[in-house]
């Protein structure tokens, strides 16, 4: 169920930093670590997240209702500490509307004759 007082232009733009982490967990739940080599995996080593930046974010993005902790179990061999996040109907509708935005700054640019 959303809050009704979430409102998505409160939190747009997004950061580049909470666009990686919303844009790794949109397909599916990850823990952690799962996030930061994700994101250096799509940007090819452009978007290095540290440890404290990324657990802060995540910090920051619960309290605002992006993500929650998934509740799943724990797949055998795996860690049973590690946490898996996964994100909120609020984060799917926020990453829909800055992913939405981001395209058309680029339709601009593009009719700009700024990028072919």
């Known amino acids: 169920m959303q809050d009704n007082n979430?409102?998505?232009?409160?939190?747009?733009?997004?950061?580049?930093?909470?666009?990686?982490?919303?844009?790794?967990?949109?397909?599916?739940?990850?823990?952690?670590?799962?996030?930061?080599?994700?994101?250096?995996?799509?940007?090819?080593?452009?978007?290095?997240?540290e440890t404290g930046t990324l657990y802060a974010a995540i910090k920051r993005m619960r309290d605002d209702k992006m993500l929650v902790v998934a509740e799943r179990k724990p797949d055998p061999g795996e860690d049973a500490r590690r946490r898996y996040?996964?994100?909120?109907?609020?984060?799917?509708?926020?990453?829909?509307?800055?992913?939405l935005r981001l395209a058309n700054l680029v339709a601009v640019a593009q009719q700009k004759r700024v990028i072919a």
Do not use: W
């Open 85 to 99: 996040y996964e994100l909120t109907a609020f984060g799917k509708d926020l990453l829909c509307a800055e992913t």
């Open 6 to 49: 979430l409102n998505i232009n409160d939190h747009i733009p997004l950061s580049h930093i909470s666009y990686q982490i919303l844009l790794s967990l949109a397909d599916h739940d990850m823990h952690g670590y799962g996030i930061i080599k994700e994101v250096s995996e799509r940007t090819g080593g452009a978007i290095e997240l």
